[in-house]
């Protein structure tokens, strides 16, 4: 009979690992339902971004008023700063000019009726993969793409391919992992123009029914177009149609007609659409359209007093209402929006929407970089005149959201073409 040494264990008898095994699990068994009870996984996001289960399909499918909402405390912060984004225009770039008060970089606007995920570049590359992207407008829209390149330079690292005229007003960047090219065209009227300057009239002179060509030439080459205008249009102005003068904005001592900007703003809008609608649709090559409505100033007394925009929190419900000029600017874009939206739906591969941010930007008056635009603007004391930006958004700032209502948007319209499939 054979003798076993007693320094190892019988064939048939369970090994000490094995035997420990199943009281290691049960011992971390309660140690991780209690992990997971206070400290719950997040969602990790797929491979690729673009794969949703069908409970998460049924959620973008359905439809979301993004204007009804308010401003939330956000312990998280933005997705990038001041001095890891290279490519803020210096007068918004807020936080390395000095602004004291860092509380505005702590808000997100939460929608009434659905949920705005937090901005995801990776999503937003891989959707708009092989696509040329053009911002054209004012520097409103300016100040939207320079906020996208902040975003999506988290994930992916823009090259400057392209540059031209004063004030860097027409470049392109490319972002060579999704092969996506991303281009600003400053066209501040959409329509042809000549602007105000020392050599020239002391007025902007508009043609309403013909587009500027320095962005409208290039509609061959452009998969998806945001614009962008609106308070270039309070400027003194003379407006031309048909080869004639059709009137004036506050021009006196010339013998024109006072007509206003209203009219002028909504035909400008209409050549800018019909002109994209019938260069885009009669080639079939298709576009997607965005227009940003019109985003409120926010100028409380003098533009050049320190306090022009002193308010340091948003805006609660109630507290500031929609009217007066930026609700007749907003009124003209959404109904000439939704006028085309009709003609759009006839015409293969265009689609065209509404990015209407007007109401979650007038909620938003400590947004601005106010006497920030310039650098330490109080270092040697505060002075009695310091000019205010109360018009465009500090980088990291309120414009931020609009990017992610935009990815929204174009994640719902991925999934309804998949579905179409």
């Not at 069908?54 to 499918?61: D, S």
């Not at 300016?142 to 906020?147: G, I, M, T």
Request: charged share 25%; net charge neutral.
């Amino acid at each position: 009979m054979d003798v076993m040494s007693p320094l190892k264990p019988h064939p048939n008898s369970p090994s000490p690992t094995k035997k420990l095994l199943p009281f290691a699990l049960y011992a971390l068994l309660p140690i991780a339902l209690l992990r997971f009870y206070f400290h719950p996984f997040h969602h990790l996001p797929p491979n690729n971004p673009t794969i949703l289960t069908k409970e998460e399909e049924i959620v973008y499918e359905t439809p979301c008023d993004y204007t009804d909402g308010r401003w939330v405390h956000d312990k998280m912060g933005p997705l990038y700063n001041g001095t890891t984004c290279g490519t803020i225009k210096d007068g918004q770039n807020c936080i390395s000019h000095g602004r004291p008060d860092l509380d505005y970089l702590y808000w997100r606007w939460r929608p009434s009726q659905c949920k705005l995920p937090r901005f995801n570049p990776n999503t937003f590359l891989h959707l708009l993969s092989n696509k040329h992207i053009a911002f054209v407008g004012d520097s409103m829209a300016r100040n939207q793409l320079e906020s996208l390149l902040c975003m999506l330079a988290t994930a992916s690292n823009p090259n400057l391919v392209y540059r031209d005229g004063e004030d860097n007003k027409f470049r392109t960047w490319h972002f060579a992992s999704h092969n996506i090219s991303i281009s600003v065209y400053w066209s501040p009227f959409l329509v042809k123009g000549v602007e105000k300057s020392k050599a020239g009239p002391n007025h902007n002179e508009l043609y309403v029914d013909t587009v500027d060509e320095k962005w409208g030439s290039d509609l061959d080459h452009i998969d998806m177009i945001l614009l962008s205008i609106g308070h270039w249009f309070l400027h003194p102005a003379v407006y031309y149609e048909g080869g004639l003068v059709l009137g004036c904005h506050y021009c006196p001592g010339l013998n024109h007609t006072e007509i206003g900007f209203y009219d002028v703003m909504r035909k400008a809008l209409k050549t800018a659409l019909k002109t994209i609608i019938e260069r885009k649709g009669a080639n079939g090559n298709g576009i997607d359209v965005f227009l940003a409505t019109f985003s409120p100033s926010h100028f409380e007394g003098e533009w050049d007093k320190a306090g022009a925009c002193p308010k340091a929190k948003p805006y609660k419900e109630g507290e500031k209402m929609l009217e007066g000029m930026d609700a007749d600017m907003r009124a003209i874009e959404v109904e000439e929006i939704e006028a085309v939206k009709v003609n759009a739906k006839q015409i293969e591969g265009l689609r065209i929407e509404m990015l209407d941010v007007t109401k979650l930007s007038l909620m938003r008056p400590d947004g601005h970089p106010g006497p920030y635009m310039y650098p330490f603007p109080f270092a040697n004391g505060v002075r009695e005149r310091v000019q205010n930006d109360c018009v465009h958004w500090c980088l990291p700032g309120p414009v931020d959201t609009w990017n992610q209502i935009l990815l929204e948007v174009i994640r719902k319209w991925s999934i309804q073409s998949r579905r179409k499939e």
